[in-house]
């Protein structure tokens, strides 16, 4: 599920790159508010570039939360599986 998330995580930032690459320099002097008005003016490369960006910040948190939670279940299963720590802890309430 990881390495899914992983591909699809590098399209969506080669996409973004592409379209931030492709986006005009704007001048912002007085004669480009007048002209555009107190709104600006929003293209179709800005609007593409909000939307590619919440998609690119949604994948990276779902990514840390994906890793976070397998590397809890793994560590679940070393303890079980090794069974060390279980006769560490018995150790130290033998002792007490």
């Not at 560490?88 to 007490?96: F, H, Q, R, T, Y």
Request: proline residues 0%.
């Amino acid at each position: 599920m990881i390495v899914v998330l992983m591909i699809f995580h590098i399209i969506v930032t080669m996409f973004m790159v592409g379209i931030i690459l492709l986006q005009k320099g704007e001048d912002f002097g007085s004669e480009s508010v007048a002209l555009r008005g107190s709104g600006g003016g929003d293209s179709v490369f800005t609007k593409l570039t909000v939307i590619l960006g919440a998609i690119f910040m949604g994948d990276c948190l779902l990514m840390a939360t994906l890793v976070r939670l397998e590397s809890k279940v793994s560590k679940v299963k070393n303890i079980e599986s090794d069974g060390s720590e279980k006769k560490v802890l018995d150790k130290k309430i033998e002792k007490k």
